[in-house]
């Protein structure tokens, strides 16, 4: 038996059972056949406590289905192993037993969090961003207290709150602000919350949970969670004095708590305005109304909420020219409104293209496209808001793509130009063609453009092994389904 890190849980993870991997296979898809038994169990449908009657709170987080529904969400999520190294498979393998100790442990008030470990990972503007990784376990109760008390504050929260909430997302959040502007708010006050995440106040932050949720229990261990140690990736310990661990289930819930009071607070002064988690705008109707805003919210953040404004990234301008969840908003010739990708969300994505069809690529070219499949499909998912004409800018990606994997073979099959001109003339190219472009003077780069390049391997060769954007945005936005309006109209509305 191995011990999990001393101060958080007092039962023990039992060692991995030897043996082959298809035997440790089985066991973990046992492990979560039984954990879906357990969440579909019938106390499972009881009703959670209502808002401001919840004094037996941590009893239905610690309810056996509850906790079987939380690690069920955790698995899906998948992500890195905390502190004590455990990865979610070993916790997932281990549940049958972890889950009635777990619970145990929460009514007891024997459990304590272990420390979060810290890891950076660069913003696109520069400098690093802090992510915190809380342990498997950890996270598992985080989704567990998630699932008791968002509920509670999900019919509370306003309409303009689309961050981490069910039915919304950046689809809502940009029909909303696409609304705003073809309503005639064409001016744009884009504010910045400096480290948003590091700073907000542990004790504003409880004592607004406080106002619904009545169990002091769950207080306390939301408070321990808060206080939890990081450690640094050279191993340094340090305690946490202020902020909420971006990384964590239970950090989007916290975050729309704390910025809950500034959406009122707009909503007060009768200004329009569309959040997700802590990038929000404000939409005015002219310059000067967006720079008298803009005083005003400033200075309720930082007076108010305790949160810091970042005064070189803050501004008043066109929607045109600013950035939000990484498109543009900008006005065609007939009053309308069209979605296009910002510059910074192009430019990051030439980045990772490049990174993804490097020079020196030595394995199969095979493998290169389907890492890059595999990245452009899931980038697609995420910003096929566009409107057609922010969608054009899709093919001179999808062109750029094909360069670069053009290149690719040009340095594969030309480590000298007779190769090269061998195998354009295995692809069927005419021998005037291929010669021009295997005995050119330039680089790779030039002739992955010539004319010989593109006979070989022409925008039909990649159609059928590279993933197109702008093929996709056309297939799914001539299905009904799929048309733009009904595509960016509020869920629910």
Not at 31 to 49: C, I, Y
Not at 317 to 327: A, E, K, Q, T, Y
Request: glycine fraction near 8%; hydrophobic fraction near 35%.
């Amino acid at each position: 038996m191995r011990k999990v890190g001393a101060g958080q849980l007092s039962f023990a993870f039992a060692d991995s059972p030897q043996g082959g991997d298809d035997e440790a296979g089985s066991d973990v898809s046992d492990a979560h056949t039984w954990l879906l038994l357990r969440a579909d169990d019938k106390e499972a449908q009881t009703p959670t406590a209502q808002t401001g009657e919840g004094t037996h709170l941590l009893e239905q987080v610690a309810r056996p289905s509850n906790l079987a529904k939380a690690l069920r969400h955790v698995a899906r999520n998948k992500g890195a192993a905390g502190v004590d190294g455990r990865s979610v498979e070993e916790v997932v393998e281990a549940s049958r037993q972890l889950l009635p100790a777990l619970r145990r442990q929460l009514l007891s008030g024997q459990y304590h969090p272990g420390d979060i470990r810290r890891v950076w990972i660069p913003k696109p503007g520069g400098g690093d961003r802090g992510l915190g990784i809380p342990n498997v376990v950890d996270r598992w109760v985080q989704q567990a207290l998630r699932q008791v008390v968002e509920p509670m504050y999900e019919p509370s929260f306003h309409d303009s709150n689309h961050g981490f909430r069910p039915r919304r997302g950046a689809q809502t959040a940009m029909a909303q602000a696409k609304g705003y502007i073809e309503a005639g708010y064409e001016w744009v006050v884009d504010i910045d919350l400096s480290k948003f995440f590091d700073r907000v106040n542990h004790q504003r932050l409880l004592n607004r949970l406080a106002y619904q949720v009545k169990d002091g229990r769950l207080l306390h261990l939301v408070h321990q969670m808060l206080k939890a140690n990081v450690v640094l990736p050279d191993g340094m310990r340090v305690s946490t004095d202020e902020g909420t661990p971006q990384g964590g289930p239970l950090s989007p819930l916290l975050s729309n708590v704390v910025l809950d009071e500034l959406d009122w607070e707009l909503e007060r002064r009768g200004l329009r305005f569309v959040r997700y988690a802590d990038d929000f705008q404000i939409f005015v109707r002219s310059e000067r109304s967006g720079q008298r805003v803009l005083k005003a919210t400033r200075r309720f953040l930082e007076d108010r909420l305790r949160l810091q404004v970042n005064e070189a990234k803050s501004s008043v301008d066109r929607p045109g020219h600013l950035n939000f969840l990484g498109f543009c908003l900008k006005q065609n010739s007939e009053g309308g409104v069209e979605i296009h990708l910002s510059a910074r969300t192009e430019q990051r994505l030439t980045q990772r293209i490049r990174g993804l069809t490097p020079r020196n690529w030595g394995s199969s070219l095979r493998g290169c496209m389907v890492a890059v499949n595999r990245y452009l499909r899931g980038w697609y998912g995420y910003y096929r808001l566009c409107t057609e004409p922010g969608a054009r800018r899709l093919s001179r990606i999808d062109a750029h793509v094909r360069r670069r994997l053009r290149a690719i073979i040009i340095r594969q099959k030309g480590r000298c130009p007779r190769y090269l001109l061998r195998h354009l003339l295995q692809r069927g190219v005419s021998v005037k063609s291929a010669t021009k472009t295997a005995y050119s003077r330039r680089g790779a780069w030039f002739k992955s453009s010539t004319y010989g390049m593109h006979q070989a391997y022409g925008n039909q060769w990649f159609y059928d092994r590279v993933t197109t954007l702008m093929r996709l945005w056309e297939r799914e936005n001539h299905q009904p389904k799929w048309v733009l309006p009904q595509q960016l109209t509020l869920f629910g509305a």
